[in-house]
């Protein structure tokens, strides 16, 4: 009666040695008792050299606490403990055998590790299972880039890559309400390019871009990552200062105003100078909403139209 049982674990290790995931069995000292084939393929290691080795002569980078605590756990709780990519890459440093499907040359892992008991119920070895999930990990990874993108595209002004006017009024929003729970200062600047409709008149649309562009970089390059920077419309930006009072602000207009007045497009051989006008709000218990906040920022704007252009207005 004990061929037949014989026989029977003689094809479930067959079935163990040529199942396309990785196997391998640890007793209490880390000692290799098992190491099946594709854990031979994939790290290039023989079973014959596997087996009665450590865990972590084959692999040394494993005597880190992630990977002892896991295999601690099972051996003190006697349940499994399941891993996935998403937590840590892979538990083994594979290469890939055929990278030229995949945008990564490593294999992407989730695993699981099994205790194993003794005919009195003891857990004795523990069994490491892995499974190659790689195309998963790298197709969920192209998901969130393409939706992080089309976010980016949505928020985005296609011409100057500020903050399109839709996600900025929300930045607007967001910041108008947060203030009501804060007592730090922050400020709000509009600004436009004076002149603008004779520069598109006199030299074209294309010119005028060019103004836009070069308006947009020198913001983006004199402003801080906290602030944020919007295209309102036409030549027409915005600037969330936050932390910043009027004197914050107004040094910071002062800068762009200047650094803008200096630059120079090139037209044919011909130099073109513009410069811009600017309107700064702060704030305070007096506005009572984010569109009211604007609205003040954009009388401090007509007010520097008024008095000469080229020059920065505070909201009274």
């Avoid at 026989?7 to 209490?28: A, K, N, P, Y």
């Avoid at 190491?35 to 040394?60: C, K, W």
Wanted: charge should be negative.
């Amino acid at each position: 009666m004990q061929t037949p049982v014989f026989e029977d674990l003689h094809w479930l290790l067959d079935v163990l040695q040529s199942t396309d995931i990785g196997i391998l069995v640890l007793d209490r000292q880390y000692n290799v008792e098992m190491f099946n084939r594709f854990m031979q393929v994939h790290s290039g290691i023989s079973g014959m050299d596997a087996v009665d080795r450590t865990i972590f002569e084959l692999f040394p980078y494993l005597t880190d606490e992630w990977f002892t605590r896991r295999v601690n756990s099972v051996f003190d709780l006697g349940v499994p403990v399941y891993t996935t990519y998403q937590e840590r890459d892979a538990v083994f440093d594979f290469p890939l055998k055929l990278p030229i499907h995949h945008e990564t040359g490593s294999m992407y892992q989730n695993s699981t590790f099994v205790p194993l008991r003794s005919p009195t119920d003891i857990v004795e070895k523990v069994a490491i299972v892995i499974y190659d999930v790689t195309s998963t990990a790298v197709n969920s990874k192209k998901l969130e880039q393409a939706k992080e993108q089309l976010l980016y595209l949505s928020r985005t002004d296609k011409l100057t890559g500020l903050s399109n006017r839709g996600y900025w009024q929300e930045c607007l929003e967001q910041e108008y309400h947060r203030n009501l729970r804060s007592e730090e200062p922050v400020t709000l600047v509009m600004l436009d390019i004076d002149h603008f409709k004779n520069v598109n008149d006199n030299y074209g649309h294309a010119v005028g871009d060019q103004a836009i562009c070069q308006v947009s970089s020198t913001l983006l390059e004199l402003s801080r990552t906290v602030d944020v920077c919007g295209r309102y419309g036409g030549e027409e930006f915005c600037v969330i200062l936050p932390n910043t009072n009027i004197d914050g602000a107004m040094v910071f207009c002062e800068r762009l105003r200047k650094a803008i007045e200096k630059l120079e497009l090139n037209i044919d051989g011909q130099q073109l100078s513009f410069t811009i006008s600017l309107g700064v709000a702060m704030l305070d218990n007096t506005v009572n909403s984010a569109h009211q906040w604007l609205v003040c920022a954009d009388k401090a704007l007509y007010a520097s139209k008024e008095g000469g252009r080229n020059k920065t207005s505070v909201y009274q």
